[in-house]
């Protein structure tokens, strides 16, 4: 069963650091992109990362770039995000998705996704 | 405020048929693939159309997707209570290079 699990999150004071952590099983982790998406409390969907299969390629939103850090380790089928000078509104759910389709970033899609993990940034 | 916009809430009655509208600009929806995803209370969301009106195996044939130019939409027939979830179509778009997702819609089952 091709899976995602999401770890790492917890309370953090603003200005301060956490790193989430992404365990994939079920599939060959080396071939595929990976994205986090985040969901802050009853809001929608944001992605803010990806990393394409060799990390030749890394993408973020503007909302985060500069602060986070997307990283992944093939040897251990796991991905990781370095967060940094966290915000309050950086307060939501992280969720890991694995990039569907082997054609263009263009053509593709999120899935399967993780249950994700909640991180809460407040004083 | 969401790059794709969707309609923040839908609703119909069992068996009747609803679409959810997204709509973007040509530096995404106009120029590349559709994803729609299921939200239902309390988890993760689900892939449910991709590639604009591709379903993958295990959806339901009552879903289906489609895309005209900036826009795109989702169509449930024969709605059931089970259909009760947030909605999000997404895209890549070109300007960002990054995917970007719409506000979300949540239907309602009456």
């Known amino acids: 069963e091709v899976q995602l699990v999401e770890s790492g999150g917890g309370l953090v004071k603003p200005g301060g650091s956490l790193r989430l952590s992404c365990a994939a099983s079920g599939f060959t982790f080396s071939t595929y992109s990976i994205n986090w998406v985040r969901q802050a409390p009853g809001e929608g969907l944001e992605w803010i990362s990806c990393?394409?299969?060799?990390?030749?390629?890394?993408y973020y939103a503007d909302s985060v770039k500069g602060r986070f850090t997307i990283s992944r380790d093939n040897a251990k089928s796991s991905l990781y995000l370095q967060m940094d000078s966290l915000r309050p509104e950086d307060t939501a759910v992280y969720y890991c998705a694995r990039v569907g389709g082997s054609g263009p970033y263009q053509t593709n899609w999120f899935d399967p996704w993780g249950q994700g993990t909640l991180v809460t940034v407040s004083s | 405020q969401s790059v794709l916009a969707q309609p923040p809430s839908a609703s119909g009655t069992p068996g009747q048929r609803v679409t959810i509208s997204c709509s973007g600009s040509?530096?995404?929806?106009?120029?590349?693939?559709v994803t729609w995803y299921q939200q239902l209370p309390g988890t993760a969301p689900k892939l449910l159309i991709y590639?604009?009106?591709q379903r993958p195996s295990g959806v339901p044939d009552r879903f289906s997707g489609s895309k005209s130019g900036t826009s795109a939409s989702l169509a449930i027939s024969g709605l059931q209570s089970e259909d009760e979830a947030d909605y999000y179509c997404a895209a890549w778009d070109d300007n960002l290079s990054g995917w970007v997702f719409g506000g979300g819609t949540r239907l309602t089952v009456l």
């Open positions: 590639a604009n009106n």
């Open positions: 990393i394409s299969a060799s990390s030749s390629y890394i």
């Open positions: 040509n530096s995404n929806i106009g120029s590349n693939t």
